[in-house]
């Protein structure tokens, strides 16, 4: 089945360590999302790649980044996880810019 | 900024009762997404509505969106503890610019259900 895979599905890490997490998809979309999402809140978009291009959220923190090597996957770098960075990660895809993303199963991040 | 507002926050309902959510910008959106979270689970796709005026139904759920493409409805006749969860609305906004990403989700409306 086409879907949206993310690895790992929980991570923990220290303070100022830092941790990559990984999306891939089987959906051949165009568009990548990563997502930040806290407890009871909405998802909050981090950034986005539309194919190669990288487009990134005006409030997105330098702490975080993105890699995208191939249509497939997708990495999200934190480079010094602080506390308040402990949410669920969500990667999703869409076809184009105008089709409903579609979300991964995300991936719960713990600071310690 | 612009945004989508989501109404109501919560919603307690006994199971039979029917539920609905509202969502509401201030600009004309292009399309709206709703989208169903379980508890400790991920925002689930359940239908994009891109018509004005567009109604579309899945079993007991029933989606308009309005005329104006700026507000939109989830309804659920006959509620069941299955439908429990955080119902979010996300709406792309219209924007000349096309290397933003205009999509705004609605605060989400956690819905219980007691049997």
């Excluded at chain 1, 990660?89 to 713990?110: E, H, I, K, Q, V």
Aim: include cysteine.
């Amino acid at each position: 089945d086409a879907m949206v895979i993310q690895n790992p599905r929980y991570q923990v890490t220290q303070f100022g360590k830092p941790v990559t997490l990984s999306c891939s998809q089987t959906l051949n979309h165009n568009v990548m999302y990563w997502y930040q999402q806290k407890s009871s809140q909405a998802p909050k978009l981090l950034f986005h790649y539309y194919d190669k291009d990288f487009n990134n959220e005006a409030d997105t923190p330098d702490n975080f980044q993105s890699r995208r090597p191939n249509t497939s996957f997708c990495f999200l770098d934190i480079r010094s996880p602080g506390l308040g960075d402990a949410a669920m990660y969500l990667c999703a895809t869409s076809r184009d810019r105008r089709g409903a993303p579609y979300f991964g199963p995300g991936t719960r991040l713990l600071v310690l | 900024g612009q945004q989508v507002m989501q109404i109501p926050q919560y919603q307690h309902v006994q199971e039979g009762e029917d539920f609905t959510t509202y969502c509401n910008s201030s600009t004309t959106l292009s399309n709206i997404q709703w989208y169903k979270q379980r508890p400790g689970g991920h925002p689930v796709f359940l239908i994009q509505l891109v018509k004005s005026g567009e109604v579309k139904k899945q079993k007991r759920l029933t989606f308009q969106f309005g005329e104006a493409k700026k507000n939109s409805s989830l309804h659920i006749t006959a509620t069941q503890t299955t439908d429990v969860g955080t119902y979010f609305c996300a709406g792309l906004l219209t924007r000349p610019q096309v290397n933003n990403n205009d999509m705004r989700f609605g605060a989400g409306t956690r819905l219980t259900v007691k049997p």
